[in-house]
């Protein structure tokens, strides 16, 4: 350990993240900070081990030559080395840049080339293959750290290349070369250094890189993460909690509710192995805060149906009984805030011991006393479902550019629906003339990285935040998210038709995973529907339906017969402006490397239309 | 970590006999009734009648016939080598127990104490098993059932020659009494062989015998238990489940064949001289290819492969013939009782007199039917054939499927 400032320099201007980490490894060494699965065995790392591994990777990073303000670029999967990595950066002054491990090469190419990054961590020979491909476009890019060492021999004689491992090594001949340096760098830690570069998902045009900077941080970690009165009990997040990380932590979302929550209030950070695996490390670590996007929590609600269907006959009955007592459950909840009433109490007190323990335990939601969802819309059925099973499950609002800080459903006063009340004392407003949501308070982010054109559009003559959603009150406190501005469609009658509503009311089904409406300046709305493979499968396979890939399922009448039952049953609680007359399926499953979605996996509604023009000109050409 | 079973931070906790809180909990609880069983009278809600002597006698039947299944399923149900010759293996620990462990007489006899010859029962079998083991273990199958089956039958013909040790075909010999002696002193340091007072109870031999049986089956399970974990425990089951793929992994698929057939024999030993001297007096012909036959079928019963298994194997195979036996009886007494339908039907059933029409007859002599032990016979003929086809795991399969019902919660998987 390193010797401790004096107490005449602690008088400090910012606390970085990195100061926040070193105070935990001061406080409790001896406390596991991280878990990761390594073979199977979740292996730990204490708070002390942590702060040592990130001070070793910032004098590595000294080493490398990284100067204030400089950028490093993460290309990975979330593991210990990237928050250490992220933490080392911000230790030295430097900015991250954190990549979708699912980028393509030449997503890779312009986020470096854009942000000039000097160092890169590329996770494996993945990501190592993706960068060679137009490292030549980067004349920046100095160093590329791996930090799987298989598959690199083809890499053995570049110089750029250096394994993790010998950076850290590289970092500990550095400290004992110039003892202290990392601190001093950390002392001189400024409230307007920027400590990250966010890249925006990009669903129009190309991504822009969002500023961050250390004061910003600072106001989340006291306003957001200490604020106890959105959870349960007005208890906060503290040492005894558990979280999983398995979004992408180049999402300010899950930077936020991992990295940040962990190292401002000393929770135990746990690594799912993959996004693929994240059901069985739920059971596993049975976290008790969880976050997640919608689409997880329709996965989680759709195994439950599916798996309660292969039961045996008893087990069945039971499940049926049990799912349509949660559904009371949770509607009483959800009409009163979110609290028990009576009723529900009781209910629940039968549902408990019955199923709803077990069934926690399974889809790995027992310990959860607080989990969110937010990033993206979700069905209200899917809310209410899990407030009856007892997991408290809030919807929240926020953006990138203002550090996801926005609106959030306090515990006891939800509303179903609604993405809750704006946080108190911060500056929130709705435009009356376009209905778009603005905020001003000190967490909004600084401008986009070299694009002071777009910077100025983001923000109103008076200096308010535009989020580019449309918002609307309800009952004068709560906050409901129409739709993003841009997306809102203008039928050729003139009307306005909020998609994302309709799409997500689609989505409510398990059948449906992907739905896109269209009708801009057309006489109608029609919508591209994409299958949940799975249980579509599991349906046909139960009907006796053959088929062989997503595209003939997709095809199969019987299949078109049943989303079309989803289409008419969405379409009865729309207006008829608002009904989808026509749909085709989708034949492919998107994917962000096809440039179908983006790395959140939101759709990228022009390239959409363009990939699927033939479908599109289909059904407003067609008869049927 | 507590209440998160399945978040393993080491290996340790990954592979340990006793996972979870509950278990143990369970384990202890077991253990402490059964344990109690002695003093079953004067424990309120305690079924009195296991602190009977005869039911004493049956629990100490199941605890050693355990530890015997314990060695029969590691070579057999872990380690897939399916052996006839485990009676071989229990005869010749009964008699090396005898020789080292009953005072020299006409018969061979060093009069040793009893944790030489209980141990050496165990390491000379071993050391027999290890030494014929390398003719068998070049057999797979059917062979080496053959071929252990030829053990058994040079055993018997052994046991009734060398009668300076065994006694003879007719006389038999009397076997060690279960006596812990330092070494040849007058008065044993604790004495399981008469009644006495223990800890302010009256305790009876028999209730002696049953608390020593059950700790040794105790040691025996931990350490058939903790066996399978270990690497060799993992390159028999390699060895069973495959034994090409497993020789291509590396395991060593000779010396790990030997080593169960050694380790197999050893448990073997142990338990064939326990069984002699709670029985007290034995004959060669005890040992016989009908005992090795009835060790295959508890382990078949209880289910091949699981120390749990072998253990609720033996207990249903020992206490079965004696809960037929009570059945019968009681069935006779609704006879003698008088009238209504159970009377006819149990007059149906059994035969009380020579004229008298029934399934089974009680009594020697009695009308035509099956007597009670060639029901028995006959029940565990139609229980192998009834396992083997509808739960080839046995009474731990049972067990299983229960326990997976509930685990499965509330999903079927």
Known sequence: ?624 | MRSRPHLHTSYSADQALMPTATKKVALATFLILAALAPIASSIPFYPDFLGNNDWMKLLSHVAIFGIGALGINLLTGVAGQVSLGHAFFMGLGAYVGVVFGAPSGDLWGWGLPMWIWLPMAGIIPAAIGLLVGPAAVRVRGLYLAFATLGLVFIGEWAWRNLKFITGGSFAGRRFPEFQLRMWKEEEPLVDFASDGVWLGFEISEEAKVYLLMLGLLVVATVLAKNLQRTRAGRAFQAIRDRDIAAEIMGVNEFKYKLMAFGISSAYAGVAGALFASFVGRQIPETWDLFLSVEFIAIILIGGAGTVSGALMGSAFVILLPRLVQDFTEWLSNVIADGEGLLASVADAVISVSPDDFGVVNILPGAGPGLSVFQLNQVLFGLLVILFMIFEPLGLYGIWLRIRNYWKGWPFTY
């Open chain 1, 1 to 624: 350990m390193e010797s401790s400032e004096s107490p005449a320099a602690a008088a400090v201007r910012t606390r970085t993240i990195a100061r926040l980490i070193r105070e935990r490894a001061m406080s409790s060494p001896n406390q596991v900070a991280l878990r990761h699965k390594d073979l199977g065995i979740w292996r730990e790392t204490t708070w002390s081990r942590y702060w040592e591994q990130v001070l070793l990777a910032a004098h590595g990073l000294l080493s490398l030559g990284v100067d204030t303000g400089d950028r490093v670029s993460i290309h990975s999967e979330d593991r210990p080395e990237w928050v250490i990595l992220d933490v080392a950066t911000v230790a030295v002054r430097g900015i991250t840049v954190g990549l979708y491990p699912t980028n393509p090469a030449a997503e890779v190419r312009y986020l470096l080339s854009d942000s000039g990054s000097r160092v890169h961590l590329a996770e494996d020979q993945e990501q190592a293959d993706k960068l060679m491909e137009v490292i030549d476009a980067l004349p920046d890019l100095e160093r590329v750290i791996h930090v799987e060492p298989r598959g690199f021999r083809t890499y053995r004689n570049d110089p750029r290349f250096v394994f993790w491992d010998e950076f850290l090594e590289m970092g500990r001949s550095h400290r004992a070369e110039n003892p202290g340096a990392v601190e001093e760098r950390m002392r001189e830690a400024d409230p307007d250094d920027v400590m990250t570069l966010v890249y925006t998902s990009g669903t129009t045009g190309p991504p822009k890189g969002a500023m961050l900077d250390n004061a910003n941080a600072e106001y989340c970690f006291d306003e957001l993460i200490n604020a106890d009165s959105r959870m349960p009990d007005n208890i906060g997040p503290n040492p005894s909690d558990e979280i999983l990380t398995y979004l992408p932590l180049c999402h300010v979302a899950e930077r936020i509710f991992s990295t940040w929550t962990s190292a401002v209030t000393g929770t135990t950070l746990n690594f799912a192995e993959s996004i693929e695996t994240v059901q069985e490390n739920l059971r596993e670590v049975q976290p008790t805060l969880f976050f997640a996007v919608p689409r997880i929590w329709e996965k989680l609600h759709a195994s439950v149906i599916l798996k309660s269907r292969d039961a045996t006959r008893f087990k069945r009955l039971l499940m049926s009984l049990c799912s349509a007592l949660a559904r009371v459950i949770g509607r009483q909840r959800a009409n009163n805030g979110g609290r028990h009433t009576l009723r529900s109490g009781i209910l629940f007190m039968i549902g408990y011991p019955l199923v709803f323990r077990a069934l926690r335990e399974r889809i790995g939601l027992r310990r959860c006393r607080w989990a969110a969802t937010g990033a993206a819309p979700i069905a209200p059925e899917v809310i209410e479902f899990f407030h009856g099973l007892g997991v408290n499950l809030y919807e929240l609002y926020g953006m990138t550019e203002n550090a996801g800080f926005a609106t959030n459903n306090f515990y006891g006063r939800m509303k179903l629906g609604t993405v809750g009340e704006p946080y108190p004392g911060i500056g929130f407003r709705i435009d009356p003339e376009t209905g778009e949501i603005q905020t001003r308070h000190p967490g909004v982010f600084r401008g986009y990285w070299n694009k002071p054109e777009e910077t100025a559009e983001a923000f109103t003559p008076d200096g308010w935040l535009r989020t580019g959603d449309v918002g609307e009150w309800v009952d004068g406190t709560h906050v409901k998210i129409v739709d993003r501005i841009k997306h809102i469609i203008i039928t050729s009658g003139g009307k306005n038709v909020s998609p994302s509503e309709i799409e997500n009311s689609l989505k409510t089904s398990p059948f449906v995973k992907e739905a896109m409406v269209i009708g801009d300046r057309r006489n109608y709305l029609t919508a591209l529907v994409g299958i949940e493979f799975d249980t579509v499968g599991d349906w046909a396979t139960r009907r006796n339906i053959p088929y062989t890939t997503y595209r003939d399922l997709g095809e199969k009448p019987e299949v078109l017969e049943l989303i079309q039952g989803v289409i008419t049953r969405t379409n009865s609680r729309f207006s008829r402006v608002e009904n989808i007359r026509k749909f085709r399926m989708l034949p492919k499953e998107l994917d962000h490397e096809d440039g179908e979605l983006t790395a959140t996996q939101k759709l990228k509604r022009e390239s959409m239309e363009e990939m699927f023009e033939e479908l599109i000109i289909d059904m407003y050409s067609s008869r049927s």
